[in-house]
């Protein structure tokens, strides 16, 4: 197997704190903050909760080991990384599908990201906004959407350890004060307890399959697996690094985020808006949580403050969606960065108006329709967020746990994770390498299957 030493010019993590603190980052977003909650609201609250944590631990860890580990070994972007250690066309498609996965998503999601910068400035001037209208209007929208990307694109040109690491380590610890910050004061509000025992009590009859597949796709959108980001933010890391270590830090983080934004929002919403449903769907925090904020004192100060938290999140994941295809044609194409993030931002931002215009009533964008195995998807957003947001990364998931698992010595993967890690031997190695070869295809295959309706409704991955 070949491996590559060189990473002169690509760059490299000046410490293994920048390097957590960017994968945590990238791993950390909209889906800990803006999705947890609702999915925990649709899912029948602290049993969704129970099974996230163990999707988590068993299926989300093992996976991401895999991607740094191949980043790692290769020293390259996700398709050089296959292509690096022996993998043919067919496998390196999963590398291609990473590449345009990232480059989609960053394209809607800067949409939402932008509405999180409008909210920023009408909680603290006080203004009510209706979401519904806010979301029609795109002379907004298009504008802040676009702001966003622009904000993306100027850490990426700073390069890995310049721009990445350093942005990094300075949003993380805001984000987690902020958290703590807007969680503690909502679970000091009068009628809390009602929200907390809601959201942490498991009430296990509720589990059923749909609950695990939420639990399991939420665990795979969360953790940042199946985008490739993980497999490029190795290929920076020096031998020396204890990735396992790592690991850890970064699934417990990403963890921490979903489970305090959910103490955020459940114990605010059954003390101040009692017998509002607590599945609100994806709207839950532009309509709910605003209502909430205003209800508290000094309210728009904290909702401002949510919504810059919403923001740095948002931020922190699209730096690493911009930096996969930006990785992909410094290394291939030989593009300089800065070449690379600017057109390659532009292009997102043109692919980003049809996702602001698909909430527009009556728009062509809105009724755009998708048949997918069971699934009907309308909208240019909803279909976007399903091909690539849920299929596409689950798909890879499943690609690369057999290309490790199957394809090639998996034991040269081990090898690599046990470089820096001197206590990964013995039962952990023979652990995680039952998983990638067994549990997590087998995992992800009843995933992709109920993704297409094989078990009856398609559930929604992510």
């Known amino acids: 197997m ?3 030493t060189d990473t002169q010019g690509r760059g ?8 957590i603190m960017a994968a945590a980052g990238s791993a950390v977003g909209l889906g800990n903050i803006w999705r947890f909650p609702y999915l925990t609201g649709e899912n029948g609250g602290g049993a969704f909760v129970f099974v996230y944590a163990i999707c988590v631990l068993l299926i989300g860890l093992p996976l991401l080991l895999n991607e ?12 050089g990384a296959i292509r690096e250690t022996g993998g043919n066309k067919f496998w390196q498609l999963a590398g291609v599908l990473c590449i345009l996965v990232c480059f989609c998503v960053l394209s809607y999601y800067s949409v939402i990201a932008g509405w999180t910068i409008g909210y920023i400035f009408t909680e603290l001037i006080d203004i009510p906004v209706d979401f519904a209208d806010f979301q029609q209007t795109p002379m907004y929208v298009i504008p802040l959407c676009f702001i966003f990307i622009l904000m993306t694109i100027g850490v990426v040109l700073g390069g890995v350890s310049g721009g990445i690491e350093k942005a990094a380590k300075f949003l993380m610890p805001i984000l987690f ?38 639990a399991l796709g939420q665990a795979f959108f969360s953790m940042s697996v199946g985008w490739g980001l ?22 417990g983080m990403d963890s ?54 919403l923001l740095v999140a948002a931020l922190t994941s ?16 030989k593009w300089s960065r800065k070449k690379a993030a600017w057109l390659i931002g532009i292009a997102a931002m043109a692919l980003s108006v049809p996702s602001a215009l698909s909430s527009i009533e009556g728009n062509f964008f809105e009724s755009l329709t998708l048949k997918f195995g069971g699934n009907v998807q309308v909208g240019f957003f909803g279909i976007m967020d399903f091909l690539f947001g849920t299929f596409a990364v689950v798909l890879i998931c499943f690609m690369l746990a057999l290309y490790t698992g199957w394809a090639k010595k998996i034991s040269d993967f081990a090898n690599e994770l046990a470089l820096g890690s ?41």
């Open 177 to 214: 004060i902020i958290i703590i910050f807007i969680a503690g004061r909502a679970v000091t509000l009068e009628g809390a307890s009602a929200g907390i025992e809601y959201y942490l009590k498991p009430d296990f009859s509720k589990i059923d399959g749909k609950v695990v597949l939420s």
């Open 318 to 333: 699209s730096i690493s969606m911009l930096e996969v295809p930006v990785a992909y044609f410094i290394d291939e194409k």
């Open 2 to 4: 070949a491996m590559n």
């Open 256 to 309: 921490m985020v979903a489970l305090l934004g959910g103490l955020m929002v459940f114990p605010a919403l059954f003390a101040l808006l009692p017998g509002k449903d607590p599945a609100g769907g994806p709207a839950l925090v532009f309509e709910v949580l605003p209502k909430v904020f205003d209800a508290m004192p000094g309210g728009n100060f904290i909702g401002a403050l949510f919504f810059l938290l």
């Open 422 to 462: 001197p206590s990964f031997k013995g039962p952990w190695r023979s652990a995680w390498i039952f998983f990638i070869k067994w549990v997590c295809p087998i995992v992800i295959a009843l995933v992709l299957l109920d993704t297409l309706g094989v078990f009856g409704d398609p559930q929604e991955g992510g």
């Open 68 to 79: 740094i580990a191949l980043g790692r070994i290769s020293g390259k972007n996700p398709i």
């Open 230 to 251: 993980m497999i490029t933010f190795g290929s920076y890391l020096p031998k020396s690094s204890n990735i396992v270590q790592s690991s850890g830090w970064i699934a």
């Open 12 to 19: 490299q993590w000046g410490s293994s704190l920048g390097f």
